[in-house]
T-cell receptor, first 113, second 110 residues
Framework: DAGVTQSPTHLIKTRGQQVTLRCSPKSGHDTVSWYQQALGQGPQFIFQYYEEEERQRGNFPDRFSGHQFPNYSSELNVNALLLGDSALYLC????????????FGSGTRLTVV | GQQLNQSPQSMFIQEGEDVSMNCTSSSIFNTWLWYKQDPGEGPVLLIALYKAGELTSNGRLTAQFGITRKDSFLNISASIPSDVGIYFCAGQLGDYQLIWGAGTKLIIKP
């Protein structure tokens, strides 16, 4: 049973560019959350998608947007990249039921130069 | 962003020693979670706590949900080399968002 799959694993972008990160949730999971983890820090919640809609958002600017597809997979888009956007981006999936058992992917390491 | 107060930041221990780490918050949480993250990997859930005062074990790991609902601790007994890694606490804020500590890095002295 495949867990959460994220692609690409590593990415280098130039300041001002746009990037798209992808996530396939664990089988049976219909909810996807995205987190940003800076070096040496805990993850910070970006947003969560359920039924193809963003249902909660953390304290991130509008440059961060997302999408969820009918097959529950998800994309994270970041526009106008800043050096400070360099981080590990984690995707977590869960079934839509309490308690939420979040399963994390291995992340995408984004470096902005 | 909002972050839990996790301590210690790092620990150097001998193999076989017991380990203790904790998290505190100014906010009340209904769920406390403890994760372990290895280099190049995503966090893996170790223990989930859902009720104030709850004490839960998973093998050599034991965690407790504080009575005030503002703190939690994790103990690891008889540490082994594979325990090396970064341990994170996380509290569930509302229904969907996890708030995380900055992590405790566990290093085993050779």
């Amino acid at each position: 049973d495949a867990g959460v799959t994220q692609s690409p694993t590593h990415l280098i972008k130039t300041r001002g560019q746009q990037v798209t990160l992808r996530c396939s949730p664990k089988s049976g999971h219909d909810t996807v959350s995205w987190y940003q983890q800076a070096l040496g820090q805990g993850p910070q919640f970006i947003f969560q998608y359920y039924e193809e809609e963003e249902r909660q958002r953390g304290n991130f600017p509008d440059r961060f947007s997302g999408h969820q597809f009918p097959n529950y997979s998800s994309e994270l888009n970041v526009n106008a990249l800043l050096l400070g956007d360099s981080a590990l981006y984690l995707c977590a999936s869960s079934p839509n039921q309490v308690p939420y058992g979040y399963t994390f992917g291995s992340g995408t390491r984004l470096t902005v130069v | 962003g909002q972050q839990l107060n996790q301590s210690p930041q790092s620990m150097f221990i001998q193999e076989g020693e017991d380990v203790s780490m904790n998290c505190t918050s100014s906010s009340i949480f209904n769920t406390w979670l403890w994760y372990k993250q290895d280099p190049g990997e995503g966090p893996v859930l170790l223990i989930a706590l859902y009720k104030a005062g709850e004490l839960t074990s998973n093998g050599r790991l034991t965690a407790q949900f504080g009575i005030t609902r503002k703190d939690s601790f994790l103990n690891i007994s008889a540490s082994i080399p594979s325990d090396v890694g970064i341990y994170f606490c996380a509290g569930q804020l509302g229904d969907y968002q996890l708030i995380w500590g900055a992590g405790t890095k566990l290093i085993i002295k050779p």
